[in-house]
């Protein structure tokens, strides 16, 4: 039986509502600043194959690879109803150690038929330094690695699990609370989605969870009919600490079905760049999805006629046991930047020039208070072809708020010395490139610091003769005396310290004379 349209809008409204609300009782019920104030937390629906059905608003970089994660689950143990599991493994599924997932099934009368999934950035969990974003040489050195696992049994945590958790993180008691808000936040979830199946009935509603990925297959097989058939190829550089490393796609259309091919990125490195597969799907994801009409489903519909290829040993598919922690945040953004600088050539009227291209991730934490504060700080964006850049925002795989001054000076022993937008930091062009910030932060008692950026030594790019927006800069200040310490840092400073982050500006579009 065919589902009317206003059945289908319906449905489309239920689903992505039941996942707003679960990350509502995700915001409002967390301990850290990390999760309630900055929201970089995701949740999603899938079908009881790992299909993802409908997603709230939240992070791109984390709802296009939870699919990967929910099917890790499901290969991997057997959920009863009251049960739960856990999983932050990057190898299964996850992006980097301090994203922890959980999973859980959705039965009605006995029958599997859903999962709700979430994840939320912890702000520690474990390993080398605080924050566990270290600049590490291997896996082992970020935290602690949870395989699939069950958190909750029929209904119970699973205290040996908790306690393995929290014996190995800086602030057991607030990552205890975040974690049994993530609990909250799935169970919000189940109960939602039961309802609608007492409601409706179970074989109505399949019917219309299946019309719905349809509906957004046929949209993305509409746009990629549109575009131009050929082959669009783009290389751009991530900055590692004494090289540049080429990251490059290549996409091929034909007909409704694109196939988008990093086989010829550069190999896995030594340091903490890597993404893995999961990451790249999901930029892949999240860059159609910008070109489509803002009402249209994000589901697993929309990959279905995009074929993603990928070589093992790559920086943008590495393998065990390689570091992983910047390429969540940092290379996931290089891989958006590729992508629409391929399609750029394909259509150059949809695409805008690049964005600030990175997250500027700045860690502070004492193991001895203890304390650890995590933020992405927001830049430029890239200049469209009808509308100059937005200033002082978080950009494409990021989606996440500021921690606001008062948040962050309440809950740590740190001081907002200055919070502006850097002027002229965009650039120029017929539409401008918005402007980054600068955004400086005094310690109030000795501590550990990490930074971890890009766009320091390359800059993003403007298109159609725009120019490019300006680098950013890492600026540590001790007594008086500036240090510009290039895209990473990490070393214990003294109270009295600043770290002083100038993010970059977007690149501009068209002549600037126009």
């Avoid at 709230?56 to 994660?69: C, D, K, N, T």
């Amino acid at each position: 039986m065919a589902v009317d349209p206003v059945t289908l809008q319906v449905f489309i409204n239920i689903l992505s509502s039941i996942a707003e609300e679960m990350g509502t009782v995700l915001c409002r019920t967390s301990f850290s600043p990390n999760i309630k104030e900055r929201r970089d937390f995701s949740c999603a629906i899938f079908t009881g194959n790992g299909d993802m059905i409908a997603q709230a608003s939240h992070i791109p970089v984390h709802l296009g690879s939870m699919p990967f994660s929910t099917r890790a689950v499901i290969k991997t143990l057997f959920l009863d109803e009251g049960d739960m599991a856990i999983l932050n493994d990057p190898f299964s599924g996850g992006t980097h150690l301090p994203d922890v997932t959980m999973v859980a099934p959705v039965y009605h009368k006995g029958k599997l038929l859903f999962f709700v999934t979430n994840r939320a950035h912890h702000a520690d969990i474990g390993g080398a330094s605080p924050g566990s974003m270290p600049l590490s040489t291997d896996i082992y050195q970020e935290g602690l690695i949870i395989p699939p696992v069950k958190i909750l049994e029929k209904g119970k945590i699973k205290k040996e699990i908790m306690d393995i958790i929290l014996a190995n993180v800086r602030t057991p008691d607030e990552r205890k609370g975040d974690l049994e808000a993530q609990i909250a936040a799935n169970l919000r979830g189940i109960q939602r989605i039961k309802e609608v199946l007492y409601r409706y009935g179970e074989k109505h509603v399949i019917e219309c969870v299946k019309e719905v990925m349809d509906y957004s297959e046929r949209t993305i097989r509409s746009f990629i009919s549109q575009i131009p058939n050929g082959e669009y190829s783009f290389t751009d550089y991530l900055e590692d600490k004494d090289q540049l490393i080429p990251l490059k796609v290549k996409i091929t259309v034909k007909g409704d079905e694109m196939n988008v091919d990093f086989t010829e990125s550069a190999p896995q490195v030594s340091g903490f760049l890597n993404a893995v597969r999961s990451i790249t799907v999901s930029c892949v994801l999240y860059t159609v999805r910008c070109l489509l009409p803002e009402d249209v489903p994000t589901n697993q519909g929309l990959m279905k006629p995009i074929k993603v290829i990928t070589k093992e040993g790559t920086v943008v598919d590495a393998q065990k046991p390689a570091a992983l922690a910047a390429g969540n945040v940092e290379t996931s953004q290089r891989i958006v930047d590729v992508i629409f600088g391929a399609l750029s050539q394909a259509i150059p009227e949809r695409i805008p020039a690049a964005s600030q291209g990175t997250m500027n991730n700045l860690l502070i934490g004492n193991s001895e208070v203890p304390f650890v504060y995590y933020e992405t700080i927001a830049g430029g964006a890239g200049a469209c072809p009808e509308q100059d850049g937005e200033s002082a925002i978080h950009t494409h795989m990021t989606n996440t708020m500021n921690t606001p001054i008062e948040a962050l000076e309440f809950s740590y022993p740190l001081m907002v010395t200055s919070y502006k937008i850097r002027k002229g930091s965009g650039g120029n062009g017929k539409r401008k490139g918005g402007d980054g910030i600068i955004r400086s932060v005094k310690l109030l008692e000795k501590a550990h610091v990490t930074v971890i950026s890009q766009r320091r030594r390359t800059s993003p790019f403007g298109l159609a003769g725009g120019e490019n927006g300006k680098k950013g800069r890492n600026i540590i200040v001790i007594n008086g005396q500036e240090r510009d310490v290039g895209p990473f840092f990490s070393q214990e400073l003294p109270a009295g310290a600043e770290v002083r982050i100038e993010t970059p500006g977007g690149g501009g579009y068209g002549n600037p004379q126009e």
